[in-house]
């Protein structure tokens, strides 16, 4: 049987040109590929919209190209804080995780905080605590310690100021990653995994974990997830914004997005990007940075992978 499904994925919003001139291009872009024919495999195959999303971070978390697990990051101490929420739009079951440093895979132990725990969200030292209790892979410090993040923690550190990921333009450099899907039961899941800013200050946790803001799913409505500044993504509770498009003006996915880059841009001239699954399966793109990495499959369709719009 043909399953019906969507999904899309994010390796963050920022800038292209800056991406080509430190080599990254090509590999990135075949990187988003392959993710992406994982998370259809799955969806084709009749796995759970949940499934798809959670396994779509997870090996975005696992490549170093990307501000999340591996490649996150450094905090203003040269360290790893990582975030990460995952929502299931069946249920409005979320499970999300801040400021932990171990943690292979950031959004595993989210769905950990979902399934096996009676809370939405578990911080530090409690959410590195419950991951031992779930046996959730850790690994040491240099693990995460890649070498593009440390130089690029040490010009922060000489420029004194924080960083997105990416980005060419100051406030510059945006990151992290996510992915919603939409399955053939028509169930819809989101999720997003972050080390969030370059030389952030100890203990600041972004938009990324906070449901509603950096991400979101409801049957009803949409999947979301958000990536840029988080800040702004907090202030405007985006997500929800963008799902309320759906749900007061009847909005689809693509007029959502953009409807929600309009209303951050408006708000608070804010920077970074979303990416959007209705409850039919249309997908939506949009971003206020120069570009967005991203990968999308439509109603079962062929894979676009793009940089941008
Ligand atoms: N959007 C990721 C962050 O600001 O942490």
Sequence with gaps: MQENFSLIIHGGAGSWEHLKREGYGSEIMDSVRRILEGGRHILA?????????????AELED???????????????GEVEMDAAIMDGATLNAGSIAGVTTIKNPIKLARQVLERSEHVMLIGKGAQ???KLCGMQQMPDDYFLVEHRVRQWREAQKLGGMMLDHEDAPPNKLGTVGAVAWDSAGNLAAATST????????????DSPIIGAGVLAD?????VSATGYGEQFQRTVLCKMISNFVYFQGKDAAGAATAGIEYLVKKVNGLGGVI????????GVDHSTSGLIYGLI??????VCKFTK
């Design 219 to 223: 049957n009803e409505t949409c999947a």
């Design 276 to 283: 959007v699954v209705d409850h039919q399966g249309n997908c």
């Design 298 to 303: 439509e109603q079962a369709g062929p894979s």
């Design 45 to 57: 195959t009749g796995g759970t919209a949940l499934d798809a999303v959670e396994y779509c971070a």
């Design 63 to 77: 490549d170093p190209l990307y501000n999340a697990g591996r490649g996150s990051v450094l905090n203003e101490h």
């Design 195 to 206: 080390g969030g800013i370059v030389n952030k200050r100890w203990g600041r946790v972004g």
């Design 129 to 131: 605590e419950f991951a």
